[in-house]
């Protein structure tokens, strides 16, 4: 079946950047299907970073002020995430996931599948 | 922004009924889901829109949304219940995924 895998470094340095990426095992990027980021803090709870779709075409939380850049590889069923500008505040446990259309209702969207999550600390 | 407000905890014996809820304003003009998250993993969707149940996942979870409240019940709550739960929407408005505050689940 299909499964989600973040990867990354664990520790960045504030001020800097956080790459991880996601690798799709078991199915591909699909033509119906948005690819999202979330992340958890013991403080803020879920927050939803942003989604891509297969044609590259991408959603963000406003709340991260242009921040992040989520891409898209095809060719290797990856997606991956950049956050720019990081903060201990960003410190938090990142998970990917697939998100899926309702196929009863419009305007709604939900998350089917998530990766084990990726933890990183902001910290110098 | 849309808030979604959840009790930070409920206990529950084994067998008895779990209701936890997910308030938001007019929360029921929209389609809510939930999810379970247990300690170090990631979380599983039990419920989406509202009431329908993935594949897989039993029958002793049910989901409600009417004014401005959203259920979700669990029946015959078993020791595998106890867990994390979080509801969520998507805020046509705002173009957010929105998630509830979470609600500890505690089987007594």
């Known amino acids: 079946q299909v499964q989600l895998r973040e990867s990354g470094p664990g520790l960045v340095k504030p001020s800097g950047t956080l790459s991880l990426t996601c690798a799709i095992s078991?199915?591909?990027?699909?033509?119906?299907?948005?690819w999202s980021w979330v992340r958890q803090t013991p403080g803020e709870g879920l927050e939803w970073l942003g989604e891509i779709f297969h044609t590259g075409s991408t959603n963000y939380n406003p709340s991260l002020r242009g921040r992040a850049t989520i891409s898209i590889d095809k060719s290797t069923t990856q997606f991956s995430l950049n956050l720019t500008s990081l903060t201990a505040a960003d410190t938090a446990l990142y998970f990917c996931?697939?998100?899926?259309?309702?196929?009863?209702?419009?305007?709604?969207?939900?998350?089917?599948?998530w990766g084990q999550g990726a933890l990183v600390t902001v910290s110098s | 922004s849309y808030v979604l407000t959840q009790p930070s905890s409920v206990s529950v014996a084994p067998g008895q009924t779990a209701t936890i809820t997910c308030g938001g304003d007019?929360?029921?003009?929209?389609?809510v889901h939930w999810y379970q998250q247990k300690p170090g993993q990631a979380p599983v969707l039990v419920v989406y829109?509202?009431?329908g149940r993935p594949s897989g996942i039993p029958e002793r979870f049910s989901g409600s949304n009417s004014g401005n409240t959203a259920t979700l019940t669990i029946s015959r709550v078993e020791a595998g219940d106890e867990a994390d739960y979080y509801c969520q929407l998507w805020h046509s408005t705002s173009f957010q995924y929105v998630f509830g505050t979470g609600t500890k689940v505690t089987v007594l």
């Open positions: 996931a697939r998100t899926r259309d309702s196929v009863t209702f419009t305007n709604s969207h939900y998350f089917d599948l």
């Open positions: 078991g199915g591909s990027i699909g033509r119906d299907l948005w």
């Open positions: 829109d509202d009431k």
């Open positions: 007019s929360i029921g003009s929209k389609l």
